[in-house]
């Protein structure tokens, strides 16, 4: 069986038909050539497939894409507005809290979440807000950096 | 012209990654592609009585389902080989699919081929395997005890090798004459890589042409071509392309040449059609070569005024069910040859047992026998800084390898090149504020509750690993050279074509500042192109710490070469002599004559049209460089690390990691601090959380991120790092490597620091992961 | 990583699901899908049908009635941890709330969902019987309650019966005088708890009237302390850490990270740590 499907993505809209079993990130990643949200797990724990669904950080590989029929999906290659990018992103590239970028856009996208919480949040309020996003290459260290210079950019 | 070498300039790695647009094997789709789940032994070890595949075949959308006898069939040599040869060393035939015997774990017995990933898995699930379950044993010391399930006929007692280094009568001697001795047994915690990026093939082969190419997770795309052609498929090398896209990081598990590659490429074959395989995390984890897991005795002696007589290490190293590509290398050549560290030591020996188990095979993981040997040689100076009196920083002042003694040779084959350890100790001193840090250690051992402890580890490191003569004769069926093709266009941008692999360390960013500094120009009129066989000539790869070293130096070589022939165009255009040039900042002048100039434009424009050209020059203006270094760098440095135990759980925090570091030169501080950062994350992680655990079975308890703690970013702190600045004498950049350092220096570091916390209660040591759990118990025991 | 084909159903009420739940024998329920969908990925759950009831706006929501609060079971745990009713009547429950897995996770996954699954690790449920809340339940035959103290049965099973939906939790405000405090020691892989520690302290005139200590992850189902000596004390350290480790487990829980003997013993210092911090937030 399909389901059908009509959401937002990215600010544009989309129709479907998948099966149930379909997760959200396959949606996006195979039927809609979205490849900027990754898989790195399958326990729900890496948040590399990190996507904003209206607007809350959510796991895309925790959801089927049944799930998200009528909602509004951005992905990381959404998130760069006229192309302009975002603050987080230049804080990302800024600061290199990014070596193999596979983490990153899941990263970006919580990070985006948590800002959208928490404006000028401190060390331990990035640290704790970014749990759920397990990244293996930077230690951590410049992504704290790259979300503190976005939250200055952004104030 | 502004300064490049030595400068954080931005990644342009950045823009296509920070976006989204980055693609790494899995984002990959070609025409006609079709899916493919791999078959795994639920077993730790079991005889395969039969393999029934209707099931599968029968589910619509299912294109193949392969077994051994496939393998058997298609008249393909079928195998995944060991690259690194030992004397003695046995190698038990490791085929690309179980054929009769599984022996890990997620040992492959069979594939399915589907057109959607999720068909795909549904048939694997309905292939039925009638197994007949064996005796296993998955602990590196259980698998050497008399009686334990052979892993192989061909290796008795689970032996793979045999392997010592040094004397042992000298030290024998030393620990007769000793003031003080010191001695542990340790575990060297197995580890798994997690490459956030689970490993993913994408082979499209073309029966119209004979030719495949193969998008995979590649540190060292012309390794994996050789290997994949001349041992598992068979195929002529010329026939076979591998693209390294993106890489979502490696830590060494994608250096290795893995079956489920060479299956994916079979597939494509029988299919004539592209097939792509992307591993889940529960697969990768099963699947890809596992880090350290040693069993280590050692001991050391010193004489009364606290100086080092002699060591003593025997270790016993777990290889797994199969010997990885570099796998014996690892606890041998990158392990034994590093026991001396710092530190001037007259007599070291050390035997290792190379160990066949129920298990994930172990390789090459960020470090690679140097964690090992640097974990084993500074766990030892902490207690011979406790057993002679002298402390955790004097015993090691003590020891350095003085100043003036370099080159130094060491017991154990290494000589030293360069090295200057006591300013490292001095910094790191001043930044963690040592004396305040131990009123406040005393004050809290007065008062009880939650203790501090201060840990040091001083490091020495073996990079690039050289040069090729050497390790040839050690065993390596590979040269440790690398090439550099340099092309200056008519226009005076530069590409380079390189040998060495990115998937993360910033190569295109780091590689164009060299030829940017040496050729005068700006970085943005280079670009840089790796991981790719068809557009780059053989090259190694990047592991080892070794591309900026190796890589980098081979790109200076062909630099030197072009500005030496545009030296002769430059003369002839000139008319004047080429040994009156010289050449800076982007152009050729005549020595004295600063009027008498040319541009590289100028000269490069002419080397293409060749119309105005000296008569024995050919035209062009590129070179291909392959360098081959004259010895290993050899980093190293001090880290400290300050924790606080909570006593009443066992609970560890991290205070402060303060590093100071020697890599030498260089080229962007920046991309170094950041290796240093991740480095000492899995580090950190190898002694506090990560830990690869097998069952009595043989079951892998921890093969998902719900048991295996990766380290997460609320559980680490920020880093504060600083360097000295020693250069590597041997090669042109005067750099030495810095992505291992992390992973080499920190478990040492924390678990001293813990010890020291602890030092109250009578504990010496803990082994790694010190879990809550384990501190509980020592500290109530 | 790829779910089993299942059939899916949307429901449109809590009539309908409860319809669907009985026209499909081995059906699961699914709000958030964070509990349900990890099984799904590694086949660990195969369920032939799936209900989404996640869309049923009745089931959501935090609201006050008389001396408690309703949650609905569709709220989901960020929700919770924000949320202003709870902070002003049973903050323990929102603190706890803010502490399941991570952001990502608090988005999605729901207090129903959560409770349902009864993960030993959770960190919901030792509230839930700390505060005496009420489990909430529909079946075509009506509704029925039960004590949160009784909904958890063992590993992973509740008292929701197969043809039953959890409808809400009501959770009683925490009275005059009243701290309570939720005390984590979390796994460094899952983020679950190892040990859940929840307290409460009840202060009436300078003097202890009431305690309360409940302790998840040590067993399959939350561990109830009985810290009535503290009623009278004077909450003291001493006192507290006597009344802590009272606790007891049969048969506690282990796995490679944690034994049993030692959940036991951590919970006997989470609990006294609680139950200080809620001394502290009573006073």
């Known amino acids: 069986m399909t389901v059908s499907i009509q959401l937002e993505v990215n600010g544009k809209p989309v129709q479907a038909a998948v099966e149930p079993r379909r997760l959200l990130v396959h949606f996006l990643r195979e039927d809609l050539g979205l490849t900027g949200a990754n898989i790195g797990c399958e326990t729900s724990l890496c948040g590399a497939c990190t996507v904003l669904l209206d607007g809350n950080a959510v796991k895309s590989c925790t959801m089927l894409a049944a799930q998200a029929d009528g909602a509004s999906v951005t992905t990381i290659e959404g998130l760069a507005q006229n192309g302009e990018l975002h603050p987080l992103q230049e804080g990302f590239w800024e600061k290199h809290g990014l070596q193999c970028g596979y983490c990153t856009p899941g990263m970006i996208l919580s990070a985006n979440y948590l800002l959208a919480q928490n404006p000028s949040p401190n060390d331990e309020e990035i640290r704790e807000g970014l749990k759920g996003n397990i990244c293996r290459c930077t230690g951590y260290h410049n992504i704290v950096e790259a979300v503190k210079y976005a939250a200055e950019r952004m104030s | 012209m502004a300064r490049v070498l030595g400068t954080s300039i931005k990644r342009r790695e950045d823009p296509a990654l920070i976006t989204g647009r980055g693609k790494y094997t899995d984002d990959l789709k070609a025409e006609g592609m079709a899916h493919a789940a791999i078959v795994r032994s639920p077993y730790a070890h079991a005889r395969i009585r039969g393999i029934d595949t209707s099931a599968a075949e029968a589910l619509p959308g299912v294109l193949a389902v392969l077994t051994a006898r496939d393998v058997a069939a298609a008249g393909i040599p079928g195998v995944v080989p060991v690259g690194w040869l030992l004397p003695d060393l046995v190698t038990p035939a490791h085929p690309m699919i179980a054929a009769d015997t599984v022996r890990h774990v997620g040992d492959a017995v069979a594939v399915v081929v589907a057109e959607d990933r999720y068909l795909a898995r549904d048939a694997a699930d309905r292939v039925a395997v009638d197994y007949e379950p064996l005796d296993a044993v998955a602990d590196v010391v259980a698998a050497l005890e008399d009686g334990a399930p052979a892993v192989h006929e061909e290796a008795p007692g689970n032996v793979a090798f045999d392997w010592e280094i040094g004397e042992r009568e000298s030290v024998d001697a030393a620990f007769a004459s000793a003031a003080h001795t010191v001695e542990l047994d340790l575990r060297n915690n197995r580890l798994i890589p997690h490459a956030i990026e689970p490993r993913a093939v994408l082979a499209s082969y073309d029966s119209s042409t004979g030719e495949m190419t193969i998008h995979m997770t590649s540190q060292n795309p012309h390794v994996h071509r050789l290997l994949m052609t001349l041992a598992s498929l068979g195929m002529p090398e010329h026939k076979v392309r591998i693209v390294a896209p993106e890489v979502g990081g490696g830590f060494g598990s994608k250096i290795h040449h893995y079956a489920d590659e060479a299956i994916v490429g079979l597939c494509s074959m029988k299919l004539d059609r592209p097939v792509k395989w992307t591993a889940t995390r529960t697969e990768t984890n099963l699947t890809d070569a596992h880090g350290r897991d040693h069993s280590t005795h050692c001991a050391m002696a010193l004489d009364a005024d606290g100086r080092i007589t002699g060591l003593r290490v025997d270790t016993a190293a777990a290889m797994g069910a199969y010997l990885s590509t570099f796998a014996p290398a690892v606890p041998t050549y990158l392990y034994g040859t590093l026991l001396s560290g710092q530190y001037d030591i007259p007599a070291i020996h050390c035997h290792v047992t190379g160990v066949f188990t129920h298990t994930a095979p172990v390789d090459a993981y960020r470090g690679a026998g140097r964690p090992e040997a640097t974990y084993v040689v500074e766990r030892l100076m902490h207690l011979a800084g406790d057993a002679t009196g002298l402390g955790p920083v004097e015993v090691r002042r003590r020891n350095f390898v003085s100043p003036d003694a370099f080159p130094y040779q060491t017991q154990v084959a290494l000589a030293y090149d360069s090295g200057n350890y006591g300013p490292a100790m001095d910094r790191a001193l001043e930044m963690i504020g040592y004396d305040d840090l131990k009123s406040e250690q005393a004050s809290r051992r007065d008062n009880g509750g939650k203790q501090i402890g201060i840990g040091f580890s001083s490091y020495i490191e073996a990079c690039g690993l050289a040069p090729s003569a050497v390790v040839g004769s050690l065993g390596a069926q590979a040269g440790q050279w690398e090439s550099a093709d340099v092309r200056v266009h008519p226009t005076a941008s530069v590409t380079v074509y390189t040998g060495s692999s990115s998937h993360g360390q910033g190569h295109e960013t780091t590689f164009s500042q060299i030829v940017a500094d040496k050729l005068g120009i700006a970085p943005e009129a280079v670009e840089v192109i790796h991981g790719d066989t068809d557009l780059v000539q053989f090259g190694m790869g990047t592991y080892g710490s070794r591309s900026a070293a190796v890589g980098g130096s081979a790109i200076v070589k062909s630099v030197e070469k072009i500005i030496e022939k545009g030296k002769k165009i430059a003369a002839h255009l000139l008319e004047a002599s080429a040994e009156d040039l010289e050449y800076e900042d982007g152009n050729f002048r005549v020595a004295g004559s600063p009027d008498r100039s040319l541009g590289l434009g100028d000269v490069a424009l002419q080397a293409y049209l060749a119309h105005n050209y000296?008569?024995?020059?050919?035209?062009?203006?590129?070179?291909?460089?392959?360098?081959?270094?004259?010895?290993?760098?050899?980093?190293?440095?001090?880290?400290?690390?300050?924790?606080?135990?909570?006593?009443?759980?066992?609970?560890?925090?991290?205070?402060?990691?303060?590093?100071?570091?020697?890599?030498?030169?260089?080229?962007?501080?920046?991309?170094?601090?950041?290796?240093?950062?991740?480095?000492?994350?899995?580090?950190?992680?190898?002694?506090?959380?990560?830990?690869?655990?097998?069952?009595?079975?043989?079951?892998?308890?921890?093969?998902?991120?719900?048991?295996?703690?990766?380290?997460?970013?609320?559980?680490?702190?920020?880093?504060?790092?600083?360097?000295?600045?020693?250069?590597?004498?041997?090669?042109?950049?005067?750099?030495?490597?810095?992505?291992?350092?992390?992973?080499?220096?920190?478990?040492?570091?924390?678990?001293?620091?813990?010890?020291?916390?602890?030092?109250?209660?009578?504990?010496?040591?803990?082994?790694?992961?010190?879990t809550p759990e384990k501190v509980w118990r020592a500290v109530n025991s | 990583m790829y779910p089993a084909q299942f059939d899916y159903r949307r429901a449109g009420s809590v009539d309908e699901a409860l319809g669907l739940l009985q026209e499909h024998e081995d059906a699961k329920l699914m709000a958030g899908g964070h509990s349900l969908i990890p099984m799904m990925k590694l086949r660990l759950a195969q369920p032939p049908v799936v209900i989404d009831i996640g869309r049923l706006d009745e089931?959501?929501?935090?609201?006050?009635?008389?001396?408690?609060?309703?949650?609905?079971?569709?709220?989901?745990?960020?929700?919770?941890?924000?949320?202003?009713?709870?902070?002003a009547r049973c903050p323990v429950l929102a603190e706890a709330a803010g502490h399941i897995g991570d952001a990502q996770v608090r988005n999605r996954g729901t207090i129903g969902g959560n409770i349902a699954h009864a993960d030993p690790g959770s960190d919901i449920p030792p509230v839930l019987v700390l505060v005496g809340a009420s489990v909430h339940l529909q079946s075509p035959s009506g509704t029925r309650s039960v004590a949160a103290g009784d909904f958890f049965q063992d590993l992973l099973m509740t008292d929701v019966g197969e043809d039953e939906i959890l409808t809400h939790v009501e959770a009683p405000a925490l009275g005059a005088g009243t701290g309570a405090a939720y005390l984590k020691f979390e796994h460094p892989a899952s983020g679950y708890a190892v040990v859940g520690a929840a307290a409460s302290v009840t202060v009436q005139n300078g003097r202890c009237t009431a305690a309360g200590l409940v302790v998840g992850g040590v067993s399959a189902t939350p561990t109830t302390v009985d810290v009535s000596s503290l009623v009278g004390s004077d909450l003291s350290d001493d006192a507290i850490a006597a009344a802590a480790s009272g606790l007891d487990a049969e048969d506690p829980i282990g796995d490679i990270f944690a034994s049993g003997d030692y959940r036991v013993h951590v919970g006997k210092v989470y609990g006294k740590r609680a139950l200080a911090a809620a001394r502290d937030r009573a006073s």
Not at chain 2, 690 to 701: F, K, M, P, R, T
Not at chain 2, 708 to 719: M, R, S, T
Not at chain 2, 725 to 733: A, G, K, S, V, W
Request: include cysteine; charged fraction near 15%; charge should be negative.
């Open chain 2, 614 to 770: 000296p008569d024995d020059l050919e035209p062009g203006l590129s070179a291909t460089s392959f360098y081959d270094p004259a010895n290993f760098t050899y980093p190293f440095g001090t880290h400290v690390c300050v924790v606080e135990v909570d006593t009443e759980t066992g609970s560890i925090e991290l205070l402060r990691y303060a590093a100071v570091d020697d890599v030498g030169n260089v080229i962007n501080p920046m991309i170094v601090d950041g290796q240093l950062h991740g480095g000492l994350a899995q580090g950190i992680g190898q002694a506090l959380w990560e830990n690869a655990v097998y069952d009595e079975s043989g079951q892998l308890v921890s093969g998902s991120l719900m048991d295996y703690a990766v380290p997460k970013i609320h559980n680490l702190i920020p880093f504060e790092l600083d360097r000295t600045t020693t250069p590597c004498p041997h090669n042109p950049l005067g750099v030495k490597g810095v992505g291992e350092a992390g992973a080499i220096a920190s478990p040492a570091a924390v678990v001293n620091a813990v010890v020291d916390a602890l030092a109250p209660f009578g504990i010496s040591h803990i082994d790694m992961p010190l």
């Open chain 3, 59 to 87: 089931l959501k929501g935090i609201s006050e009635a008389g001396g408690s609060v309703r949650v609905g079971s569709l709220t989901t745990h960020a929700e919770i941890a924000a949320s202003d009713v709870l902070a």
